[in-house]
């Protein structure tokens, strides 16, 4: 398991952007890295991933074309970058990695490291 820290959660207006970050403690990039976030009352849900060489991604529907994920492995950090934000984006989100799947894996599995996750609020 590698440790996870989000940051960069706010309250933002509708339309407007947000940019979270995820600095991880794994020494090796092998680990496929992805945000997944959860509102009130409802499940968690994945948003996007990024494979460990970040050589590819994968969105859910509801962000395609809205957010983006990178990461410098260099640096030991993943961001989402969420543009045109709607009300429903409020959640809690999480960062989470697994280690050496696909983007797309990463929406069909339970991550076997979580990070505490941050508050993203907009409002209408």
């Known amino acids: 398991q590698v440790q996870l820290v989000e940051s960069g959660g706010g309250l933002v207006q509708a339309g407007g952007s947000l940019s979270l970050s995820c600095a991880s403690s794994d020494r090796f990039s092998i680990y496929t890295k992805g945000w997944f976030r959860q509102a009130p009352g409802k499940e968690r849900e994945f948003v996007a991933a990024?494979?460990?060489?970040?050589?590819?991604?994968y969105y859910a529907d509801s962000v395609k074309g809205r957010f983006t994920i990178s990461r410098d492995n260099a640096k030991n950090t993943v961001t989402l970058q969420m543009n045109s934000l709607k009300p429903e984006d409020t959640a809690v989100y999480y960062c989470?990695?697994?280690?050496?799947?696909?983007?797309?894996?990463?929406?069909?599995?339970?991550?076997?490291?979580w990070g505490r996750g941050t508050q993203v609020t907009v409002s209408s």
């Open positions: 989470a990695a697994m280690p050496l799947i696909t983007a797309e894996s990463m929406a069909r599995t339970l991550p076997n490291s």
């Open positions: 990024i494979r460990w060489d970040g050589g590819s991604t």
